[in-house]
């Protein structure tokens, strides 16, 4: 059976798909890979995949633009003629889902981690575009031959009462999954030097950036011996993007450590003890938090959708309020000032990314979704 994933960068496929890919070549099946073109489009052939690039852009509103490339994903579809296409990500779900539906693709699975921009933003560009796109999901996820996986029960709840999907065609899997066994509690829980406090996301205010800055600022002035760590890459074409004037101020000011896109993030996670992200929107369940529990750290991060679902308070770490950097600042002075809770939170959180969020747990409810439409099981 031939298996397309589709997604809006190569990188996502490489980093969060590769495991399921695997699992169903293994089985016998074909998975050809679907992405705008990038550095991680030779990661995938080398790993033996076959790798197709659309001249996507992640950002582009124009129509005329996005019908050209809905046009080109039908026609890679009917030239294809995969028995199973599974999307990633709202505008991948959009157009994949109705470039589907006309090359009569027989099974269509569609994920997302939110409603992204569109929905969630008050800005005039998000508030004309939002009626369109709601236009455009309705027909793209209603049908029996199609399935909508989320990752939080919000998401599901919003989908729903938005009247986007019918409920019956709406499925909860929290994450991607976690390897469990690439990410470990370190052997020795007490590491030397001062502590280590991250924070791994895109850079983007969206994020909690500026709370973490001004958190980092005053526990630094309190004097505690803390080192603010801050790893991923720059977003230009977000308009939530960080200007990198901003963040090289911050480092210059000794707030926090800058350490750009970071391919190892196992290695990085050994030389951590509590992870941070004060995101101020909803989310799928944020990666970083689940490698973080996974490897037995304490978490910080905001009572918001995605979060609370890996983040139990005062179990496996601190759920505090949304743009709130008093109660950011708060709660990382506790855990710097309290190692035993640290420690109990960390085994918390890796006996729960064991229960729920384990690789193999995901792999197994999603190919139940395929199941459903005759997919592989």
Sequence with gaps: MKIIFFANTEWYLYNFRLPLARYLRDQGHEVVMLSPPGPYVAQLEAAGFRALTIPMQRRSLNPLRELALLNHIRQIYTQEQPALVHHFTLKCVILGALAARLAGIPARINAVTGLGYIFTSQDAKARLL????????????????SRLIVQNPDD??????LGLIRPELIRLIHVSGVNSQQFQPRINPRRSGPLRVLLASRLLWDKGLAEYAEAARQLRSEGLPVEFLLA????????????????????????????GHVDNMSALLAETDIVALPTSYGEGIPCCLLEAAA???????????????????????????????????????????????????????????????????????????????????
């Design 232 to 259: 991923g890459a720059t977003d230009p074409g977000n308009p939530a993007s960080v200007p990198p004037d901003t963040l090289a101020d911050w480092q210059r000011q000794g707030w926090l450590t800058l350490l």
């Design 295 to 377: 490897c037995g750290l304490p978490l910080v991060a905001t009572d918001a959708p995605g979060c609370r679902e890996i983040v139990q308070h005062d179990v496996n770490g601190l759920l505090i309020p949304v743009k709130d950097a008093p109660a950011l600042a708060a709660a990382l002075r506790r855990l710097c000032q309290e190692p035993e809770t640290r420690q109990r939170m960390g085994q918390a959180g890796r006996a729960k990314v064991l229960a729920e969020f384990d690789q193999r747990i995901v792999i197994e409810q999603t190919l139940a979704v395929y199941g459903e439409l005759g997919g592989p099981i």
């Design 130 to 145: 939002r009626p369109p796109v709601r236009i455009l999901l309705r027909l793209a996820l209603n049908s029996r031959y």
């Design 156 to 161: 599901q709840q919003k989908f729903i009462d």
